[in-house]
């Protein structure tokens, strides 16, 4: 079965880390772009980072640049965002996406995204 599947996220306090992990299963991460994504209630679904196939090129959106960390390691097929100083704001379901053809870029567009995670819930609250 093709799939991804999210770590089970977790509620933490304000200034708390969390990381998450997207691994494949069914296929090959190795020539997939990924990207994470969040959606919190009441609001559209956003880009939160990305990464390119080689891993070498990553985005972040602006709220999360020099707190969250992208990464893969395609040995383990898995993909990670490590997200530390976490704030009340960052408060999403955070989703997993990965695409032959999807191309990592500043805008975190999810055009050429074939296959999601599950969704996980991040809750930062006091």
């Known amino acids: 079965q093709v799939q991804l599947v999210a770590s089970v996220g977790g509620s933490v306090q304000p200034g708390g880390s969390l990381r998450l992990s997207c691994a494949a299963s069914?296929?090959?991460?190795?020539?997939?772009?990924i990207g994470w994504f969040r959606q919190a209630p009441g609001k559209e679904r956003e880009g939160v980072s990305c990464?390119?196939?080689?891993?070498?090129?990553?985005f972040y959106r602006d709220s999360v640049k020099g707190r969250f960390t992208i990464s893969r390691d395609n040995a383990k097929n898995t993909v990670y965002l490590q997200m530390n100083s976490l704030k009340p704001e960052d408060t999403a379901v955070y989703y997993c996406?990965?695409?032959?053809?999807?191309?990592?870029?500043?805008?975190?567009?999810?055009?050429?995204?074939?296959?999601w995670g599950q969704g996980t819930q991040v809750t930062v609250s006091s």
């Open positions: 996406a990965a695409g032959v053809y999807y191309y990592c870029a500043a805008t975190l567009w999810s055009y050429g995204l074939n296959y």
């Open positions: 069914g296929f090959s991460l190795d020539n997939s772009a």
């Open positions: 990464i390119s196939t080689s891993g070498g090129t990553t």
